[in-house]
C-alpha cells in the first residue's frame, strides 16, 4: 500500500513563502502525472497544480505565477514552493496522482494570516 506524506505547511503572514513536500513510501511517481490539492473549510478538495513526468506543469488560475511545482522522481517525493501567500491559500494541502489513484494522506495544513 502506497502512503503518500505531505509536509511543510505552517502558519505564516500574507505575502510570506512556504515549500511543500510530499513523499511517497515507495517509487509510484515516473511515468504518473502528479498534483497538490488543496482542501479548504466548507469547500471541495480542489487541484492547485500538476506535473507530468516530462516536467510539464498546470497551474490554477488562482496561484498561477505565484506557486511553483517540481518533482524529484528518485527521491519519490514532490514540491510545492508558494510565494506571495494569501489568506484564500488557506487550507489543507494533499499530493496524488492525477486524478488521485492512492490513499489520500493526511495532508498539511497551510495558514495565511492577515
Known amino acids: 500500500q502506497v502512503q503518500l506524506v505531505e509536509s511543510g505547511g505552517s502558519l505564516v503572514q500574507v505575502g510570506e513563502s512556504l515549500r511543500l513536500s510530499c513523499a511517497a513510501s515507495r517509487s509510484i511517481f515516473s511515468g504518473y502525472t502528479m498534483g497538490w490539492y488543496r482542501q479548504a473549510p466548507g469547500k471541495q478538495r480542489e487541484v492547485v497544480a500538476t506535473i507530468a513526468s516530462g516536467g510539464n506543469s498546470y497551474y490554477a488560475d488562482s496561484v498561477k505565477g505565484r506557486f511553483t511545482i517540481s518533482r524529484d522522481n528518485a527521491k519519490n517525493t514532490i514540491y510545492l514552493q508558494m510565494n506571495s501567500l494569501k489568506p484564500a491559500d488557506t487550507a489543507v494541502y494533499y499530493c496524488?496522482?492525477?486524478?488521485?489513484?492512492?490513499?489520500w494522506g493526511q495532508g498539511t495544513q497551510v495558514t495565511v494570516s492577515s
Open positions: 496524488n496522482t492525477l486524478p488521485g489513484s492512492y490513499p
